[in-house]
């Protein structure tokens, strides 16, 4: 059965996958804008959309993955009972 923490670990991979997709994609444009024909053109005009697209996703993915991260600190500090930022920083440390 897939716990919490298994399934962190798929969506950091998956957005690690993601990023490298873009970055392989962002590259693969760069290496072909001297392709003038036609046919070119519409494979990367269509690879531009689903770039963008991915990009935006990405994005989101992260915003999530933040805020997943700060509701998880929160929560430790409050079950923690932390009062300041020393002792959050403090109880990092025992």
Do not use: C, W
Not at 12 to 23: C, H, N, T
Not at 46 to 59: I, S, V, Y
Not at 60 to 78: G, K, N, P, V, Y
């Amino acid at each position: 059965m897939d716990g919490p923490e298994h399934k962190l670990q798929t969506q950091e991979r998956l957005i690690g996958d993601l990023r490298q997709v873009i970055e392989n994609a962002e590259e693969l444009l760069k290496n072909t804008d001297q392709h003038t024909s036609a046919l070119y053109q519409n494979a990367r005009a269509k690879l531009t959309q689903a770039l963008q697209a991915a990009t935006e996703e990405l994005a989101r993915f992260e915003d999530a993955q933040l805020a997943r991260m700060i509701a998880a600190t929160h929560a430790a500090s409050l079950q923690h009972r932390d009062s300041s930022g020393e002792a959050k920083l403090m109880r990092a440390f025992r």
